[in-house]
């Protein structure tokens, strides 16, 4: 069994090999905090996010242990599911040579253990103050499927400021994956053992409320409910004894604290809070219900008892005028100066007259004391009229909730809007008062709307299909919504470009998410280009160029005709083109001879490449030919049919493109 997790108390009793060295380039060892069973607590620094941390590593002769190794890898991954103020956050699960690590929050301060041990006992507000942040962290953990196993005070960590944080789900296991506890293996602390884990080692969410409870009695007594010579006995009365009442051994605890233990300690899972939400609920109940002095009345009245009921008997006048003490036997102690002389005194009649009225005026003492305690309770039960916050508030609708909680007479105020994992958007993510609260009429609640889910990270799906980017983003919780088309030189066609927020992004899971899918690279229009310049173009795009040939009166040779696919098509790398290309040679010197008669009026072709567009336009038109503008991209001529140099009938048609 692990020792307790202690982030107070430093141990450099012993030199530790580890400490000043770097673990994965990273994380550098500065003290040890604390060794146990399974693994040993440092203090580091995050080298490159320049940060305290703690590092826990396992111990290098479990490291072989492949069963060590999974459940210690299984800390990190339920812990890391968990983002909570009240849990210690897990940041990173690491493994460097043989030793296999987790990096961890680093809370400065110290265990609940060191504070009960001390305060002896705390106060009920006290104790129930303290239980409420350890409750809401196990509720995140529950609400996640997770099941601490091991909640004690020693894995309660308190920092300077009071906060308190839950630590080590080394224990912790998924319910799905509850079945990987071996047979016969009991996990956790004897002491806060529910009677399911001592029987067949299994436990649920149920089996954390038992252990709260049993915390809770420790808080309010001092002392843990079941005891014994070993660890085996303690173990069998968890079994076959119930926790008593916190107030059997601390007079002037009211009813319903003592409710609080025995419901959550109750031998059957089934009578017990179905979840430390709902013991949660019941604890800020009785909390908000006790008056703010109450610790210093219970104080009080414990005082009081405890001096009426040590107080010694007085004795009747001595002889002499003075009057004898005696103890609580009866009996006159040493060296106190009898009544009369001959040793000690006898007890007359009249001495036992006074002793019955010293014990009535102690019974009176008690009497009075237990009618103080009694109209406490009576108070709390009576003083008022009360209502409760609605159970079902949380996901309910505003308005709904709103028109609820006005028709039980209490006054409705809207918080600011919070992001919630438990209440769809625009419906009530929390209230103040918590849930199951019981209020003054007339007391204000206040609700929280929900704004969507808690944000997480938009993955990268970027070159996957739009399939394998639809199931990815449902793997983080996230939807698709539109899917925008877009022509890409870089992404293959089908693939994602990018997304819409971008990955990385911290969004809500509410929101959907825009996939942005390349339509591959756009056909350019090749038709009337010069052949090869129009395949040497295609082969830069990665595309596979087949080239059919044949004869066409009427257009220049070795000129594109027809391409598949048509211009405009998406197109992605390695993508088959074909080109049909007019295969008749007419060319003679520099003339062209578009339909064999060598008699036409032919003019030199003006070269135009490089020129703005309207400047070439306007030189071809000059030189007697017409103007064919295919593409224009950019400011300047990029190609030109027929090319500069040829001749060409006069009026006929130029293409130039950009």
């Known amino acids: 069994m692990e020792k307790p997790f202690k982030l107070a108390l430093m141990d450099t009793t012993v030199a530790d090999p580890l400490v000043g060295r770097v673990l994965d380039g990273r994380y550098r060892i500065e003290s040890r905090i604390a060794r146990g069973g399974m693994a040993t607590v440092y203090v580091a620094r995050d080298i490159r996010l320049d940060r305290e941390i703690a590092i826990k590593v396992m111990h290098a002769h479990l ?32 493994t460097d040579g043989e030793h296999v690590f987790l990096v961890m929050e680093y ?76 047979t016969g293996l009991i996990i956790g602390t004897v002491g806060y053992l ?112 405890t001096a009426v009921l040590e107080a010694p008997p007085m004795a009747p006048p001595a002889a002499d005028g003075r009057t004898a003490v005696f103890d609580a036997a009866g009996t006159m102690p040493a060296g106190v100066p009898a009544g009369r002389p001959g040793g000690a005194p006898q007890r007359t009649a009249a001495d036992k007259a006074i002793g019955a009225i010293t014990g009535k005026y102690v019974l009176i003492a008690i009497g009075a004391v237990a009618a103080v305690i009694l109209g406490w309770a009576v108070w709390y039960q009576t003083s008022g009229q009360y209502e409760h916050v609605p159970d079902g508030i949380v996901g309910m609708k505003l308005a709904t909730a709103t028109k609820q909680l006005e028709d039980k007479g209490l006054t409705v105020r809207r918080g600011a809007s919070v992001f919630s994992d438990r209440a769809a958007k625009g419906t009530v993510a929390k209230s103040d008062p918590l849930p199951g609260t019981r209020i003054a009429q007339g007391r ?39 899917v925008a088309r877009q022509g890409s030189q870089s992404v293959d066609k089908g693939k994602v470009i990018r997304t819409r927020p971008v990955a990385g992004t911290k969004v809500s899971p509410d929101e959907p998410v825009v996939l942005v899918v390349s339509t591959g690279m756009s056909m350019p229009d090749l038709r009337g280009m010069n052949a090869d310049q129009a395949k040497t173009r295609l082969e830069s795009m990665g595309l596979d160029v087949k080239v059919d040939k044949r004869d066409e009166q009427g257009k220049p040779p070795n000129t594109v005709l027809e391409q ?85 009938p006069r009026g006929s048609e130029i293409t130039i493109w950009g």
């Open 63 to 94: 490291a072989a242990d492949e069963d060590f190794v999974q459940r210690f890898i299984g800390e990190a991954k339920a812990a890391a599911a968990l983002s909570h103020p009240n849990v210690v956050a897990v940041y990173d699960q690491r």
């Open 444 to 482: 204000t609640v206040t609700l929280f709307p929900s704004k969507g889910r808690t944000p997480r990270e938009v993955p990268d799906v970027q070159g996957k299909t739009e399939d394998e980017a639809r199931q990815a983003l449902r793997d983080k919780g996230f939807s698709v919504g539109e």
């Open 564 to 648: 598949t696919p048509a211009p405009g098509t998406g197109v992605s790398n390695g993508d088959e083109v074909r080109l049909v290309v007019n295969k008749k040679d007419c060319l003679i010197g520099n003339y062209f001879c578009d339909d064999g008669n060598q008699d036409q009026d032919k003019i030199p072709v003006p070269g135009v490449i490089g020129q703005p567009f309207d400047q070439a336009a306007q030189a071809i038109q000059s030189s007697g030919f017409r103007v064919k503008v295919r593409s224009r991209f950019g400011g300047t001529v990029a190609g030109q049919f027929p090319l500069p140099g040829f001749s060409a």
């Open 107 to 182: 809370v400065p301060g110290r265990t609940l253990r060191e504070l009960l041990t001390e305060r002896g006992r705390l106060g009920p507000r006290a104790a129930l103050e303290i239980m409420q942040p350890v409750l809401a962290a196990l509720g995140a953990a529950h609400r996640a499927g997770l099941v601490h196993r091991d909640v004690k005070p020693e894995n309660v960590l308190i920092t300077a400021d009071g906060q308190a944080k839950v630590a080590d789900f080394g224990l912790a296991r998924a319910e799905s994956a509850s079945k990987m506890t071996k």
């Open 194 to 305: 529910a009677p399911e884990q001592v029987l067949s080692g299994n436990a649920d969410v149920r089996s954390d409320v038992y252990a709260a409870g049993v915390m809770l009695f420790e808080l309010l007594t001092g002392y843990l409910p079941h005891q014994g010579e070993s660890p085996l006995a303690v173990a069998y009365k968890h079994v076959n004894e119930a926790v008593p009442a916190p107030s059997t051994a601390v007079p002037g605890l009211p009813p319903q604290v003592d409710a609080l233990v025995t419901r959550a300690t109750a031998h059957d899972p089934a009578g017990r809070p179905a979840d430390a939400s709902a013991y949660l609920a019941a604890v800020a109940e009785v909390y908000n219900g006790l008056p703010r002095d109450f610790d210093e009345r219970v104080a009080e009245a414990s005082r009081n008892v």
